[in-house]
């Protein structure tokens, strides 16, 4: 069985914790009892193994022992949150879904869709008897992908133990970060502490209760749990790791991190939904230079641009084609400088701004941004000007209501000494909603 591994390791510690919610403790020896439970179930309805199998619902016992059943019986799983549920009939029908599975209730239900999937990557793992996974793309840029993968390929890196974590499960089952989040703890035997919800105080409420010691979340998050000061109420001396990615981190913003959180390590992460989690190592929790790769994943930068070959990385896209080259590197579409083996991401190539010739990488001017008095938020991009190319434009969320000529006259001065000229927003606008999607990554 392609979960064994698992299996025998939630046997060999059955008192200790391997799930926290706000609801419920649970043991591994009573998810072990669950996931047989779950197995049981899914056999009763006669899936064939290679069946396209929706898992709707959040994080908790249920969702992670249903999930591993899947696996273990070689479904195909398409897991799928509430924060996406907007989008549930769309996806479902991109994943040509043939069972969906509702968790929102204590009776979960399942139920067929009368679809045939037939599409050929699905082909694909049923020749290789391998369980399979679809992810989505976020869709900012366009319609969202699906991303097939082959769970054999995402498990093989967790077959070696590692250092056994506390760890908040801030990104979801529909997230490759929290797929990796989720196998990566429980195959060394630590605990998944599921947060009564995303928020600052929620957080780290979760991390107090249950002495987390890890929080994989966003440059996003972070910040904003530096303006709610949400980490003066709570006891947080058990964290010990930080990892912060899915965007670019403002170099403002992690010099706060460093300030606030002294005794905790920070550590930049990278991955993509089509490539997994790529191993990293930054040069030191101040430090914005990463080392990427670790066994299974090859890196090399072309004309500035990252690029990755990875053994977890997925079959295919179902609605797009393959985006790999014929040596199986995929263009990141990321912006990196190099310093030997170190690379420092400077964003997406697609969001470089070009003003008269020169480029404006928008994470610099909301470096510069977020330092501001009053600046909750900010978002950078680009607008078409007709003798500049581009000009530089900022969506700013305020702690105190202030209009949007006080407060680019006030920006103008305080940015003379931290950006040239020709990167500070030319056009500001003053938000009253948040400036992040759902994922707590920048909307831009």
């Given at each position: 069985?392609?979960?064994?591994f698992?299996?025998?390791?939630?046997a060999?510690a059955?008192e200790?914790?391997?799930?926290?919610t706000?609801?419920?403790?649970?043991?591994?020896?009573?998810?072990l009892?669950?996931?047989?439970n779950?197995?049981?179930?899914?056999?009763?309805?006669q899936?064939?193994?290679?069946?396209?199998?929706?898992?709707?619902?959040?994080y908790?016992?249920?969702?992670?022992?249903?999930f591993?059943?899947?696996?273990?019986?070689?479904?195909?799983v398409?897991p799928?949150?509430?924060?996406v549920?907007?989008q549930?009939e769309?996806?479902?029908?991109?994943?040509?879904?043939?069972?969906?599975?509702?968790?929102?209730?204590?009776?979960?239900?399942?139920?067929?869709?009368?679809?045939?999937?037939?599409?050929?990557l699905?082909?694909?793992l049923?020749?290789?008897?391998?369980?399979?996974?679809?992810?989505?793309?976020?869709?900012?840029?366009g319609?969202?992908?699906?991303?097939v993968h082959?769970?054999?390929?995402?498990?093989?890196?967790?077959r070696?133990?590692?250092q056994?974590?506390r760890?908040?499960?801030?990104?979801?089952?529909?997230?490759i970060?929290g797929?990796?989040?989720?196998?990566?703890?429980?195959?060394?035997?630590?605990?998944?502490?599921?947060p009564?919800?995303r928020s600052?105080?929620?957080?780290?409420?979760?991390?107090?209760?249950?002495r987390?010691?890890?929080?994989?979340t966003?440059?996003?998050?972070?910040?904003?749990?530096?303006?709610?000061?949400?980490?003066?109420?709570h006891?947080?001396?058990?964290?010990?790791?930080?990892?912060?990615?899915?965007?670019?981190?403002?170099?403002?913003t992690?010099q706060?991190?460093?300030?606030?959180?002294?005794?905790?390590?920070?550590?930049?992460?990278?991955g993509m939904?089509?490539?997994?989690i790529?191993?990293?190592?930054?040069?030191?929790?101040?430090?914005?230079?990463?080392?990427?790769g670790?066994?299974?994943?090859?890196?090399?930068?072309?004309?500035?641009?990252?690029?990755?070959?990875a053994?977890?990385?997925?079959?295919g896209?179902?609605?797009a084609?393959?985006?790999?080259?014929?040596e199986?590197?995929?263009?990141?579409?990321?912006?990196?400088?190099t310093?030997g083996?170190?690379?420092?991401?400077l964003?997406?190539?697609?969001?470089?701004?070009?003003?008269?010739?020169?480029?404006?990488?928008?994470?610099?001017?909301?470096?510069a941004?977020?330092?501001?008095?009053?600046?909750?938020?900010a978002v950078?991009s680009?607008?078409a000007?007709?003798?500049?190319?581009?000009?530089?434009t900022?969506?700013?969320?305020?702690?105190?209501p202030?209009?949007?000529?006080?407060f680019?006259?006030?920006?103008?001065?305080f940015c003379?000494?931290?950006?040239?000229?020709?990167?500070?927003?030319?056009?500001?606008?003053?938000s009253?909603?948040?400036l992040?999607?759902?994922?707590?990554?920048?909307?831009?």
């Amino acid at each position: 069985m392609s979960i064994e591994f698992l299996i025998e390791r939630f046997a060999s510690a059955p008192e200790e914790l391997a799930i926290a919610t706000p609801r419920e403790t649970v043991s591994y020896g009573q998810l072990l009892a669950e996931l047989r439970n779950w197995q049981g179930r899914l056999k009763s309805l006669q899936l064939p193994p290679g069946g396209v199998v929706t898992l709707e619902g959040e994080y908790g016992l249920a969702a992670i022992a249903a999930f591993l059943a899947l696996v273990d019986l070689r479904q195909i799983v398409v897991p799928l949150t509430d924060q996406v549920r907007q989008q549930h009939e769309t996806l479902i029908r991109i994943a040509q879904a043939e069972w969906r599975i509702a968790l929102a209730s204590d009776r979960p239900v399942a139920r067929p869709t009368g679809v045939n999937a037939n599409h050929p990557l699905y082909d694909q793992l049923r020749d290789a008897q391998d369980p399979g996974l679809v992810l989505f793309t976020s869709g900012s840029t366009g319609a969202s992908k699906g991303a097939v993968h082959s769970m054999r390929r995402l498990l093989e890196k967790f077959r070696t133990p590692r250092q056994r974590l506390r760890s908040i499960v801030f990104l979801l089952l529909d997230h490759i970060g929290g797929v990796n989040t989720l196998l990566y703890t429980l195959s060394n035997g630590g605990a998944v502490i599921v947060p009564a919800d995303r928020s600052p105080a929620s957080v780290c409420a979760a991390v107090a209760k249950h002495r987390a010691e890890l929080l994989p979340t966003s440059p996003t998050f972070l910040n904003l749990l530096l303006l709610s000061r949400a980490y003066e109420h709570h006891d947080l001396t058990s964290l010990k790791l930080i990892t912060y990615g899915t965007e670019p981190m403002p170099e403002s913003t992690l010099q706060h991190l460093n300030e606030v959180f002294p005794q905790i390590t920070l550590q930049q992460t990278y991955g993509m939904t089509e490539l997994g989690i790529l191993r990293s190592k930054s040069r030191d929790s101040r430090s914005l230079w990463v080392r990427l790769g670790g066994d299974g994943f090859d890196t090399k930068v072309v004309d500035g641009r990252l690029w990755v070959r990875a053994q977890s990385a997925m079959l295919g896209y179902l609605n797009a084609p393959s985006p790999f080259d014929s040596e199986g590197y995929l263009d990141t579409g990321d912006l990196v400088e190099t310093d030997g083996e170190w690379l420092r991401i400077l964003g997406r190539a697609s969001e470089i701004i070009n003003v008269g010739g020169n480029k404006v990488h928008p994470v610099q001017v909301e470096s510069a941004l977020l330092q501001m008095e009053g600046v909750v938020d900010a978002v950078v991009s680009g607008e078409a000007h007709p003798i500049m190319n581009q000009i530089v434009t900022a969506t700013v969320s305020l702690a105190q209501p202030e209009s949007s000529r006080d407060f680019r006259l006030r920006m103008r001065q305080f940015c003379l000494d931290l950006l040239p000229s020709y990167a500070i927003p030319v056009k500001v606008y003053v938000s009253d909603g948040p400036l992040h999607t759902e994922r707590y990554k920048r909307k831009r």
